[in-house]
């Protein structure tokens, strides 16, 4: 799974959605990743109806790495806003 973060992450999260995402509440984490998931090969972004409801069938498994993948994004983009993450 892909993911974009136009410009700054603290630029694009609000102050709940931080915490959530530091609390490690998946409750909390998939609304905010669906946000920004993008095609894998097209890099368009995905609907978030549609990106919540991938994020939804996941197997756990499958979870941690996703959650990994986008924390990664998010720190790649707080040291280089400009690009997007894979």
Known sequence: M???IDGKIEDALTWEEFEGM???NFMAMRPIISRFVV???TEVPVPQPEAF???GALKMAEVAEVV???SEAMRFTAVNPTSAAK
């Open 68 to 70: 990994k993948q986008f």
């Open 2 to 4: 892909k993911f974009k």
């Open 22 to 24: 530091q609390s490690g």
């Open 39 to 41: 095609d894998d090969e």
């Open 53 to 55: 409801k991938r994020l």
